[in-house]
């Protein structure tokens, strides 16, 4: 899809800086940023990350059958392995 970065900052209501520090690997993407993302790109969540691509998968296909208190509950979960992983 060719979309810019200010266009696609716009759709998803993040920040250029915001999404160019993703692109360099500064900043580490919340579960709603991936969700934000791929809706405005029309493709699975997935396909965002590099590796394990079926397991995130199911995770995403698991969670979005859990309440609004589930789904936060997983992505506190997430976010928090996100940050274990950059202090290795």
Do not use: C, H
């Not at 970065?5 to 993407?29: D, H, I, M, N, V």
């Not at 691509?53 to 506190?76: Q, R, T, Y």
């Amino acid at each position: 899809m060719g979309i810019s970065l200010r266009e696609l900052a716009r759709r998803a209501q993040l920040t250029e800086g915001f999404l160019s520090q993703l692109e360099r690997g500064k900043r580490l993407p919340s579960f709603d940023t991936i969700i934000k993302l791929s809706e405005v790109l029309g493709v699975n969540p997935s396909t965002l990350l590099e590796e394990g691509l079926n397991e995130v998968d199911l995770i995403f296909k698991a969670a979005s059958n859990l309440s609004p208190e589930g789904k936060k509950a997983v992505a506190s979960f997430i976010e928090f392995l996100l940050k274990e992983e950059t202090k290795k």
